[in-house]
């Protein structure tokens, strides 16, 4: 029987789409590719800035340890102040 060397296993299919080096932004909003720099221990969003703790896994796979919670209250806090703030414009 002959291997259809065109037809791929779901695993192979998805090994073309796999990243390494990046991770994704846990904000839910946000979810964009970080690109950490090689050995560094925090990574910022661009986009939300939202901050995170990062571990290497090895030399090329970084992994979200958690976030930088300092960073991401005092930018829940700003947010909750821009809505409370037009909150009381609209009364």
């Not at 796979?61 to 829940?76: F, Q, S």
Request: one cysteine or more; charged letters at 30%.
């Amino acid at each position: 029987m002959a291997i259809d060397g065109k037809k791929q296993s779901a695993a192979e299919s998805l090994r073309k789409t796999r990243t390494f080096g990046k991770v994704r932004c846990h904000n839910p909003s946000c979810m964009d590719r970080l690109v950490p720099e090689p050995g560094s221990d925090h990574v910022k969003c661009p986009t939300c800035k939202m901050e995170y703790r990062i571990f290497w896994v090895n030399p090329n796979l970084p992994r979200i340890r958690g976030p930088v919670w300092d960073v991401n209250r005092k930018i829940a806090q700003e947010k909750m102040s821009i809505y409370e703030s037009s909150k009381k414009g609209d009364k």
